[in-house]
């Protein structure tokens, strides 16, 4: 993955020349914006990769990036949920998150849907909901959960999730989605154990 050779990207920022056609400018927005979305895999599958292969050096790995710890384990959540075989190229990483908590023959449905038809993150998200409601309009089982929080953690809680762009409460379904597998995976073993 290149940018187009106008620009010249540094740690800090990236260089245009002074004229630059309407066309080329668009271009290298889509090439970042790529290159942008593509990271966020690399760095999900990096996780992954240093779990395994390292894992009890992997965290101080990860500590001397400068990355946020959070934002890595929500990327490595997705990533591990969708091997790279279910990915889909032409859809983002936040396609794939919409669907990452699905079984997998369901991952591959909605996955395929939106990359034929080309549905924004917005429209998978939307026919998701639609199907959870039903057919008939009725609306899920539905459950409100209310907790009192300090304002310094909620404010945490807000920037974890604006580092990986989802709203709050998509933020916390996808963390407590991930507690609640974890958590699933440890009475499974155990269940294998006994």
Known sequence: MVIDQSARPRRSGLELPPRLPFETWQRIGRQISLIS????????DWLIYGERHYPNRYRMAIEATSLDYQTLKNYA??????PRSRRRDQLSLQHHAEVAALPPSDQEHWLQQAAELGWTRRE????LRGIRNGDD???PDEATVRIDVLAERQRRWQEAAEAAELSLAEWIVVILDQAAGQAGEGVAKNDEEA
């Open 37 to 44: 979305d593509c990271s966020r895999w690399w760095l999900g």
């Open 77 to 82: 959540w997705i990533a591990r949920r969708i």
């Open 124 to 127: 998978l998200r939307k026919r």
């Open 137 to 139: 309009g009725k609306k």
